[in-house]
C-alpha cells in the first residue's frame, strides 16, 4: 500500500470500505440530529499511512454523503484525491488532532446538547450523573478558552494539546470533538455522548437538584462500559441495514 499513488491508494478495496464506513458515520449524524447545515467534519486516518486521513468534502449535507463523495488529503491539506473541494477548518482541527495527538478517528460536531453545556460555566458533562454519562468517566477533557473560528494552524494545535491523551473534548462555546480508533467506536460515543447531555440538560432544566453517584462508582461503569465494544459494533451493523441507500 505504501507504494501506490494516492488515486491507486483511494481506490483500493480497504480504503473504499472505509471512504464507506465514514460516509455511513455522516448519514447516521444526520439521521440522529448530531449536524448542522453543511458545517462540521468528520476524518479517519488510513491505517498504514497515518499522515493521510479521509474527510468529508465541502458543501454537501451529511445526510447526503456517499462513498464516493469522500476526499482524501494529506497533513498539509493538500486534496490528493476525490472530486470535492475540502474546508479549510476542517484541515486545522482535523490534521492537529490526527498529528498531535495520535487519533485514528476524529468526529467534530456542533450537535445541539453538548454544545449547549459548553456554554455553560463547566464548560461539558458531569460523568457522574446519568449511566451513559458514566462510560465517558476519565475519558473527558474541556478546552475552555473559545478562540474565535480554527482559521490557523495554531488553533487546531491548541485543541489537539488540550486534549491531554483524552478520547472526547469540550470546546468551549463552540462544540466538541470525540476520537476513536475505529469509526463504529467513535460513533457510538459521538451517539451516546449526545444523550448524556441531553438528559442531563433537561435534568438541570428542572431547576432542582441533581443527585451524582460517587466518582468511584462512575469509574467502575466506565471500565464495564469500555470492556468489550460488541454493542458498538452491532449498532453500526443497524445503521448500515436501516440507513442503506442504493
Known amino acids: 500500500m505504501i507504494e501506490r499513488g494516492p488515486q491507486a491508494l483511494f481506490d483500493s478495496p480497504a480504503v473504499a470500505a472505509l471512504r464507506g464506513d465514514l460516509a455511513l458515520a455522516l448519514r447516521a449524524a444526520a439521521h440522529h440530529g448530531l449536524g448542522e447545515g453543511v458545517c462540521n467534519h468528520f476524518s479517519v486516518a488510513l491505517p498504514d499511512r497515518p499522515e493521510l486521513f479521509l474527510l468529508n468534502p465541502r458543501g454537501l449535507m451529511w445526510s447526503e454523503v456517499q462513498a464516493g463523495d469522500i476526499v482524501l488529503v494529506d497533513a498539509q491539506g493538500r486534496r490528493l484525491a476525490g472530486r470535492h473541494e475540502i474546508e ?23 450537535m445541539p446538547y453538548a454544545t449547549a453545556l459548553t ?20 475519558r473527558v477533557a474541556i478546552d475552555g478558552n473559545y478562540n474565535g473560528l480554527a482559521l490557523d494552524a495554531s488553533e487546531g ?90
Open 88 to 110: 479549510p477548518t476542517a484541515m486545522f482541527i482535523h490534521a492537529a488532532v490526527h498529528r498531535i495527538a495520535g487519533k485514528a478517528c476524529v468526529l467534530h460536531s456542533h
Open 119 to 138: 456554554l455553560t460555566e463547566d464548560r461539558g458533562l458531569d460523568t457522574t450523573l446519568s449511566q451513559n454519562a458514566m462510560r465517558f468517566h476519565g
Open 157 to 246: 494545535k491548541r485543541i489537539a494539546i488540550a486534549m491531554q491523551g483524552a478520547d472526547i473534548v469540550f470546546l468551549g462555546n463552540h462544540g466538541v470533538v470525540v476520537c476513536g480508533e475505529r469509526i463504529d467506536y467513535a460513533y457510538d460515543d459521538l451517539y451516546y455522548l449526545e444523550r448524556a447531555c441531553a438528559v442531563q440538560v433537561i435534568a438541570q432544566s428542572t431547576g432542582r437538584a441533581l443527585r451524582p453517584v460517587d466518582p468511584a462508582l462512575a469509574a467502575r461503569v466506565a471500565q464495564e462500559a469500555n470492556g468489550e465494544r460488541l454493542q458498538s459494533e452491532l449498532l453500526f451493523q443497524a445503521l448500515r441495514r436501516t440507513l442503506a441507500r442504493p
